[in-house]
């Protein structure tokens, strides 16, 4: 069991920047997929990023080059650096994880653990 705790979200003004974290209540195994979802109201949920020290680091389309996402491992946390964030970035943000995986898809079946979520709101 993994219990999955997400921190940093707020309000910012668009082109401002936010930090999330998720913190893991165990060591998660080299080949784990870790990764941060969101869902915007009236929408489905996304992927936004993944990272997995063995197959890589992804992102979707829509925030390359201006999300970062990043692991320390002697906390067993999970990071989201978001930069030049626009209104449509308003949501709730979700951070998830398996135990040991070949890929990480963008897909919410994969995932047998979640956080509770953190809202994140950007205005214009």
């Known amino acids: 069991q993994v219990q999955l705790v997400e921190s940093g979200g707020g309000s910012v003004q668009a082109g401002g920047s936010l930090r999330l974290s998720c913190a893991a209540s165990?060591?998660?195994?080299?080949?784990?997929?870790m990764a941060w979802f969101r869902q915007a109201p009236g929408k489905e949920r996304e992927g936004v990023a993944s990272?997995?020290?063995?197959?890589?680091?992804s992102y979707a389309d829509s925030v390359k080059g201006r999300f970062t996402i990043s692991k320390d491992n002697a906390k067993n946390t999970l990071y989201l650096q978001m930069s030049s964030l626009n209104p449509e970035g308003t949501a709730t943000y979700y951070c998830?994880?398996?135990?040991?995986?070949?890929?990480?898809?963008?897909?919410?079946?994969?995932?047998?653990?979640w956080g509770q979520g953190i809202q994140v709101t950007v205005s214009s």
């Open positions: 990272f997995n020290r063995v197959v890589g680091i």
């Open positions: 998830a994880a398996d135990l040991g995986s070949n890929w990480c898809p963008y897909s919410r079946d994969h995932y047998p653990y």
């Open positions: 165990r060591y998660m195994p080299s080949n784990s997929c």
